[in-house]
């Protein structure tokens, strides 16, 4: 069983900077892909980014160049920068461990999940 616990979240004003950080229970993001999804208020569960296996990331196009997935060399925890924000990033956000190595930007790719963090962007 992986347990995954995320921190970082809180309140910060547009253009603003956050930290997620994602802990597991084990070095399981050496074998097996990381991902962050968000969820605001009223809306579906949405695919963020996510880093493989081999280091390779992958963003969302609403996201892209403003947030930087990365892990540490221990493979323990995946962190999520995020720069610029928006009041649009205000969500609750969850990391995921993915079935394989590979990333997937569906929910059905991953089967651990972390309870979620909340971020919210004033304008």
């Known amino acids: 069983q992986v347990q995954l616990v995320e921190s970082g979240g809180g309140l910060v004003q547009a253009g603003g900077s956050l930290r997620l950080s994602c802990a597991a229970s084990?070095?399981?993001?050496?074998?097996?892909?990381g991902g962050w999804f968000r969820q605001a208020p009223g809306k579906e569960r949405e695919f963020v980014a996510a880093i493989n296996w081999a280091g390779s990331t992958f963003y969302a196009d609403s996201v892209k160049a403003r947030f930087t997935i990365s892990r540490d060399n221990a493979k323990t925890t995946v962190y999520l920068q995020m720069n610029s924000l928006k009041p649009e990033d205000t969500a609750v956000y969850y990391c995921?461990?993915?079935?394989?190595?590979?990333?997937?930007?569906?929910?059905?790719?991953?089967?651990?999940w972390g309870q979620g963090t909340q971020v919210t962007v004033s304008s």
């Open positions: 084990g070095p399981t993001f050496s074998t097996y892909a």
């Open positions: 995921a461990r993915s079935r394989t190595g590979g990333v997937s930007r569906l929910e059905r790719g991953y089967d651990y």
